[in-house]
């Protein structure tokens, strides 16, 4: 890959995963709280629940995330751990109906902002 074309990438995949990290530092701690259902969207929703139980930012972090991942990737950074692979990693937790062990919302939301160093207060 040419090296332009590998820095505009590279700084597409940064403003993405500041956008996506910012995100989800301002909603988190509301997840802890309230225990909303952030990493349950369209694409991994138990049948038993519904699409209007999801806060607003679900799947928007969810499409955010995924694009984080798709940049990393092709910028070969996918070794690394980011921001839009904790959360998709929570998003698939939260999806696992066949895991009785699998956290919930306020716990993911711990787990995540525990991950991304943030020292909000509990």
Do not use: Y
């Not at 972090?61 to 959360?87: I, K, M, W, Y």
């Amino acid at each position: 890959m040419k090296s332009t074309r590998l820095a505009r990438l590279d700084k597409k995949m940064q403003n993405a995963e500041d956008i996506l990290r910012k995100r989800l530092l301002a909603v988190l701690p509301r997840i802890q709280k309230t225990g909303e259902m952030l990493f349950s969207n369209t694409k991994n929703m138990p049948p038993q629940h519904h699409p209007n139980w999801l806060p607003k930012e679900s799947n928007e972090l969810h499409d955010l995330a995924t694009e984080c991942v798709s940049l990393r990737e092709q910028c070969g950074l996918n070794d690394e751990p980011s921001a839009g692979e904790l959360f998709l990693s929570a998003c698939r937790e939260s999806g696992d109906m066949e895991n009785p062990q699998r956290r919930g919302p306020r716990q993911l939301a711990a787990w995540m902002l525990m991950e991304l160093g943030c020292k909000c207060p509990q």
